[in-house]
C-alpha cells in the first residue's frame, strides 16, 4: 500500500487526486506546518516539504510532478496521462515540466518571496515579477487550450488537475478566471466533478 504524507492546500491534492482515479489504496499522513521539521519526517523529505509517496518498497517520492508522473506509468489506463509510445506523451510531459518549472516556482517566490531575495526592501518587487511570470505563462496555458477541451490527448489526465490546482493558487481568482478562459472553461469542469469537489473540502482550492 501506498503512504502519503501530505497537509490541506498542498499539492497533496493532485496526488490524492491521482491515487483516486488510479483506483489505488492509501495510507494518508498529515504532516503539520511547524518552524521545526521532524527528524523523522526529514528522513524522507529533506526539504521538509510535502507531498511525498512512499511506495509499497518503502522508497520515498516527493515533488508533485515526479509523483504524478511516476504513478501515470504505475497505473496506465486510468487516465492519469499517456505512458511512454503512446498518442501524447510528448505533450504530457511538456505540460507537466513547464507547469512544475515556470508556474509552480513562479507561485513559490509569490508566497515565499523572502527565499528569493536577501533585501526586506526588495520582497514587494519578488511578488510583482512573480505575478507577471504567472501571467504570461497561465497565457500560453489558455493560448494552447484554445478549442481543446484538456491539455493532453482526448481527455482528462493528471495534467488538467495540476493545472487547476495552479490557477487556483493564482493570488487573484476572479481575475484569474476572467484573464484565461480557456483555462477557466476546462478548470470550471474540473470543479464539478463529484471527487474534486470533495477533495476540495479538505484542501480548499477554491471557494465553494
Same mark, same amino acid.
Request: aromatic share 10%; glycine share 6%; proline share 9%.
Given at each position: 500500500m501506498y503512504k502519503l504524507y501530505t497537509r490541506p492546500g498542498s499539492g497533496g491534492f493532485v496526488i490524492e487526486a491521482a491515487l483516486k482515479l488510479?483506483? %489505488?489504496?492509501?495510507?494518508?499522513?498529515?504532516?503539520?506546518?511547524?518552524?521545526?521539521?521532524?527528524?523523522?519526517?526529514?528522513k524522507i523529505s529533506p526539504?521538509?516539504?510535502?507531498?511525498?509517496l512512499v511506495l509499497p518498497d518503502g522508497h520515498a517520492v516527493p515533488e508533485t510532478a515526479a509523483i504524478s508522473l511516476l504513478l501515470a506509468e504505475l497505473h496506465p489506463g486510468k487516465g492519469l496521462g499517456p505512458v511512454a509510445g503512446e498518442p501524447g506523451r510528448p505533450a504530457f510531459l511538456r505540460w507537466m515540466a513547464f507547469m512544475?518549472?515556470?508556474?509552480?516556482? %513562479? @507561485?513559490?517566490?509569490?508566497?515565499?518571496?523572502h527565499r528569493s531575495t536577501t533585501d526586506a526592501a526588495g520582497i514587494a %518587487?519578488?511578488?510583482?515579477?512573480?505575478?507577471?511570470?504567472?501571467?504570461?505563462?497561465?497565457?500560453?496555458?489558455?493560448?494552447?487550450?484554445?478549442?481543446?477541451?484538456w491539455l493532453v490527448g482526448d481527455g482528462r489526465t493528471i495534467a488538467d488537475v495540476y493545472m487547476l490546482m495552479l490557477v487556483c493558487w493564482y493570488p487573484d481568482l476572479d481575475k484569474a478566471?476572467? %484573464?484565461?478562459? @480557456?483555462?477557466?472553461?476546462v478548470c470550471a469542469g474540473l470543479r464539478a466533478d463529484p471527487m474534486l469537489a470533495a477533495l476540495n473540502k479538505q484542501h480548499g482550492m477554491w471557494p465553494d
Open positions: 488510479a483506483g %489505488a489504496a492509501f495510507e494518508q499522513i498529515d504532516v503539520p506546518k511547524t518552524p521545526q521539521p521532524d527528524p523523522e519526517f526529514l526539504m521538509h516539504q510535502v507531498p511525498v512544475a518549472t515556470a508556474i509552480y516556482m %513562479a @507561485n513559490l517566490r509569490y508566497y515565499y518571496p %518587487a519578488v511578488k510583482q515579477a512573480a505575478v507577471a511570470e504567472m501571467d504570461k505563462e497561465i497565457g500560453i496555458l489558455d493560448g494552447a487550450l484554445a478549442g481543446r477541451d478566471r476572467a %484573464a484565461w478562459p @480557456n483555462v477557466e472553461r
